[in-house]
């Protein structure tokens, strides 16, 4: 397995963390006793969970940089003629419309999908090897015909029963039987759970992660709920012995530094606020939710191919020793760079947890195995895992939008029939539940179906698979013009279904006859 070392790793190098100052204000650490500030400490352990997810949003840094760096000794192989003959100056290796027959990088894929791998390894203990779990698992996908990616995350608590142990032991129980592929049993693995090939590979150490967010400007993070991590001190000492450190995150959209993101991503003890957040699943998304952030961060930025590329070094000489990429050619990055103006740059996000295809149904909490604590999947060949995803990716939009979604029956029968296209349609979303029906008295305000949009824009991608399914365009009249408002559900589209056509007026229903 061929690998491409981003540095070299030192066994003893550790970055200093700097004490910075909290995001936005309106996220603060509190120490447990009324302690000092971190300032006067030794240097943090970077944890592993926070690397995994910031080399998802530096992927693209890395294959820029390299990109560039190579981009003069391939020049020559891009030449383009015009019909008479003439040589056309088309030199820019990094715009696709410059590639001729000679030169055409392609990623590699399989029936249409390109895969990868990030893994996130925690190598802490004594500063060794000697602890290798993968603590952090994300899988990737790239369609290449709706041009959308998945981001899938498997807890560290997936038992495997192959191996009879949780997932993110297999590296450390396998990786010495193939020393020329070490991982090779864990990449077969995640490739047998979500039923694809895993093209590209990297693995990621902790040194220099917060120290990268900080230098990119911290990130914006919208949080739901007010609430106070509980996270664990790694510095206490006999003088300064406190186990705990707590922060506050407040309710809404703020700026978060590299403290502040990784803690937000890593913690799983809540002091004070909603008990759900505690859970390894909910950290799961959080970590995607930083991902993202990264992300939109990163490919935010208006600049120069070579004013990025310098910016982008300068940001993997941050964290030069925390990556490996595995199998990686200066093709594979180019081709990738061909995407970024048309790939949907919002991932379907899907954690493989028990809440996944409904609480329990696909995979399950259990307590009776030597592994301790594990989730399960009910099928051990995980076809059934294999098909949800499918669906994901069949309705993405639905997934990603998750629209509320009413129909309402005011035609001139008291129940649809099942054929009917508005009840069909819950049927035919197959793992979208999200849809309530009411039958009520009859319009004679219009005939046909009418669809309202409440979100002004915000499902875009539900509503035009909806209208597509229908047939009927999203109104652009207001629903109050037929004597409907939104419910008490609070639905963000709504559908009314009137009768196939109006009665035609009799005399005697006319004003002349009146």
């Given amino acids: 397995m061929k690998k491409l070392n981003v540095g070299t790793y030192s066994k003893g190098s550790r970055l200093k963390q700097v004490e910075k100052p909290a995001g936005s204000g309106t996220s603060r650490p509190k120490n447990g006793g009324g302690r000092s500030s971190r300032k006067d400490r030794p240097a943090t352990r970077i944890p592993v969970k926070r690397a995994a997810m910031v080399l998802g949003g530096l992927f693209f840094a890395g294959m820029l940089v390299f990109g560039y760096m190579r981009l003069q000794a391939i020049n020559a192989r891009v030449e383009k003629f015009d019909e008479g003959g003439n040589k056309i100056e088309c030199t820019n290796i990094l715009n696709p419309e410059c590639w001729t027959d000679a030169f055409k990088p392609q990623l590699k894929q399989t029936d249409g999908f390109t895969n990868g791998l990030v893994v996130g390894l925690d190598t802490r203990t004594g500063g060794s090897d000697s602890l290798r779990n993968t603590d952090t698992i994300m899988f990737f996908s790239f369609n290449h015909e709706t041009q959308k990616t998945m981001l899938v995350s498997i807890p560290r608590d997936f038992y495997v029963p192959v191996y009879a142990t949780k997932i993110n032991a297999i590296y450390a129980f396998t990786g010495d039987r193939k020393p020329e592929d070490p991982f090779f049993y864990l990449k077969e693995t995640v490739s047998d759970i979500v039923g694809q090939p895993i093209h590209y590979f990297a693995t990621v150490r902790f040194e220099g992660v917060t120290e990268a967010i900080d230098k990119i400007g911290g990130i914006e993070v919208c949080i739901e709920d007010t609430l106070t991590a509980q996270y664990p001190n790694d510095e206490a000492t006999a003088s300064s012995p406190d186990q705990w450190l707590f922060y506050e995150f407040e309710e809404g959209c703020q700026q978060l530094?590299?403290?502040?993101?990784?803690?937000?991503?890593?913690?799983?003890?809540?002091?004070?606020?909603?008990?759900?957040?505690?859970?390894?699943?909910?950290?799961?998304?959080?970590?995607?939710?930083?991902?993202?952030?990264?992300?939109?961060?990163?490919?935010?930025?208006?600049?120069?191919?070579?004013?990025?590329?310098?910016?982008?070094?300068?940001?993997?000489?941050?964290?030069?020793?925390?990556?490996?990429?595995?199998?990686?050619?200066?093709?594979?990055?180019?081709?990738?760079?061909?995407?970024?103006?048309?790939?949907?740059?919002?991932?379907?996000?899907?954690?493989?947890?028990?809440?996944?295809?409904?609480?329990?149904?696909?995979?399950?909490?259990?307590?009776?195995?030597?592994?301790?604590?594990?989730?399960?999947?009910?099928?051990?060949?995980?076809?059934?895992?294999?098909?949800?995803?499918?669906?994901?990716?069949?309705?993405?939009?639905?997934?990603?939008?998750?629209?509320?979604?009413?129909?309402?029956?005011?035609?001139?029968?008291?129940?649809?029939?099942?054929?009917?296209?508005?009840?069909?349609?819950?049927?035919?979303?197959?793992?979208?539940?999200?849809?309530?029906?009411?039958?009520?008295?009859?319009?004679?305000?219009?005939?046909?179906?009418?669809?309202?949009?409440?979100?002004?824009?915000?499902?875009?991608?539900?509503?035009?698979?909806?209208?597509?399914?229908?047939?009927?365009?999203?109104?652009?009249?207001?629903?109050?013009?037929?004597?409907?408002?939104?419910?008490?559900?609070?639905?963000?589209?709504?559908?009314?279904?009137?009768?196939?056509?109006?009665?035609?007026?009799?005399?005697?229903?006319?004003?002349?006859?009146?």
């Avoid at 669906?391 to 009917?420: A, C, G, M, Y």
């Fill in 257 to 514: 530094d590299g403290e502040h993101a990784l803690v937000w991503s890593r913690f799983r003890y809540v002091r004070k606020g909603p008990s759900v957040y505690a859970s390894d699943f909910s950290r799961a998304r959080r970590q995607q939710q930083v991902l993202e952030s990264v992300k939109d961060k990163l490919l935010g930025e208006d600049s120069s191919v070579s004013e990025k590329a310098e910016y982008y070094w300068s940001l993997i000489e941050t964290f030069s020793e925390s990556v490996t990429f595995y199998d990686l050619a200066f093709e594979d990055i180019l081709a990738g760079l061909a995407f970024l103006d048309t790939a949907d740059k919002d991932p379907v996000n899907v954690v493989l947890d028990p809440a996944l295809g409904g609480y329990n149904s696909l995979i399950y909490a259990d307590s009776s195995t030597s592994a301790g604590y594990t989730i399960r999947a009910r099928d051990e060949s995980y076809s059934a895992i294999q098909s949800y995803l499918e669906s994901i990716w069949k309705f993405s939009d639905f997934w990603k939008e998750q629209p509320t979604i009413v129909v309402r029956n005011v035609s001139d029968v008291k129940l649809l029939p099942d054929d009917h296209p508005a009840v069909a349609l819950k049927d035919d979303i197959e793992f979208y539940n999200e849809i309530l029906y009411y039958n009520e008295e009859q319009t004679d305000q219009f005939a046909g179906i009418k669809i309202f949009d409440f979100t002004a824009g915000e499902v875009p991608g539900s509503l035009s698979w909806i209208s597509d399914y229908l047939g009927v365009d999203v109104s652009e009249e207001l629903p109050e013009q037929y004597g409907f408002e939104r419910s008490s559900k609070e639905e963000d589209i709504l559908i009314v279904v009137g009768p196939a056509e109006l009665p035609t007026p009799t005399p005697s229903d006319s004003p002349e006859a009146q």
